[in-house]
């Protein structure tokens, strides 16, 4: 469960938080140079420095936070505040240049969430999800559009073979074919 999220921590946290989406930008198209991880997964020099500036603008402005870093190594794992971040959330749209890549980040208060950002840095969508309460996109609340029936919903997944993989596999194909629109 999250922790409630203050009036002050929002007017802190929510605004860097979209500098911090920024910070993938300027790589996109350039600094891609591929490299391979152990599970075979891409994994790209542009994430990499994404994180250090990102890394790198929390610890100028948050000295006393954390970030438990996946790339870098941990930093003030016990802080009462960590930032958790994936500079390229879709690293595989990120080198065929497809804008359908995204950063992810979250700050912690004690253990637990209090803020969450889905980022589309190329159009500057910032979705943010403070802490239990309705998602934000800039000042707009964000809904899911109502729906009675799977077969009036609209299913996305980011690969139809990964949902093949899964133990849920055979019984994605009829249920993807139910929906009303489907999109990997």
Request: with cysteine; proline share 7%.
């Amino acid at each position: 469960m999250s922790a409630p999220l203050d009036a002050a921590e929002r007017a802190e946290f929510v605004p860097f938080l979209h500098e911090l989406a920024a910070v993938i930008r300027p790589y996109y198209l350039y600094g891609a140079a591929v490299e391979l991880k152990g599970d075979d997964s891409p994994f790209t020099a542009a994430d990499r420095r994404a994180e250090e500036v990102m890394r790198l603008l929390i610890l100028q402005r948050y000295h006393e936070q954390g970030i438990p870093g996946e790339e870098s190594g941990a930093y003030r794992p016990d802080a009462r505040y960590r930032w958790v971040l994936d500079p390229i959330d879709g690293t595989k749209a990120f080198i065929c240049h497809r804008y359908l890549f995204g950063t992810l980040m979250a700050l912690l208060r004690e253990g637990k969430p209090i803020l969450g950002a889905i980022c589309s840095p190329l159009v500057g969508h910032v979705l943010v999800g403070p802490g239990g309460k309705q998602s934000l996109l800039g000042e707009r609340v964000m809904r899911t559009r109502r729906c009675t029936r799977f077969e009036d919903a609209t299913l996305l997944t980011t690969s139809h073979w990964k949902m093949a993989d899964h133990r849920v596999g055979p019984a994605f194909a009829p249920l993807s074919r139910r929906a009303r629109l489907y999109r990997s």
